[in-house]
């Protein structure tokens, strides 16, 4: 049982970035997926939310109209699509089961910078 992320990366201001994260072990369309992150002394926050289908997304204020959560069943994969990057979005990102029993990916570093 785990998830995997991969997709960061250094980019400058303005640019973007696709995050993946791939699931294995347990029956990936039935739960929500979240994205989150955690910057350099500050503590990990929730970027993004997808339900278990997919009809339901949610965002935090800072990345929305910015930040898109999406997901392939099909693949047991769910993606977040970045545009207009910013310095402060620079942080590890990381993927997480929604619903208990709680699991993380590893996470994969994100920095913004010219």
């Known amino acids: 049982v785990q998830l995997v992320e991969s997709g960061g990366g250094l980019v400058q201001p303005g640019g973007s970035l696709r995050l993946s994260c791939a699931a294995s072990g347990f029956p990936f369309s039935s739960y929500g997926m979240s994205w989150y992150r955690q910057a350099p002394g500050k503590e990990r926050e929730s970027v993004a939310y997808?339900?278990?289908?997919?009809?339901?997304?949610n965002y935090a204020d800072s990345v929305k109209g910015r930040f898109t959560i999406s997901r392939d069943n099909g693949k047991n994969t769910v993606y977040l699509q970045m545009n207009s990057l910013k310095p402060e979005d620079t942080a590890v990102y990381y993927c997480k089961r929604a619903s208990l029993p709680t699991l993380w990916g590893q996470g994969t570093q994100v920095t913004v910078s010219s």
């Open positions: 997808i339900s278990s289908t997919g009809g339901t997304t």
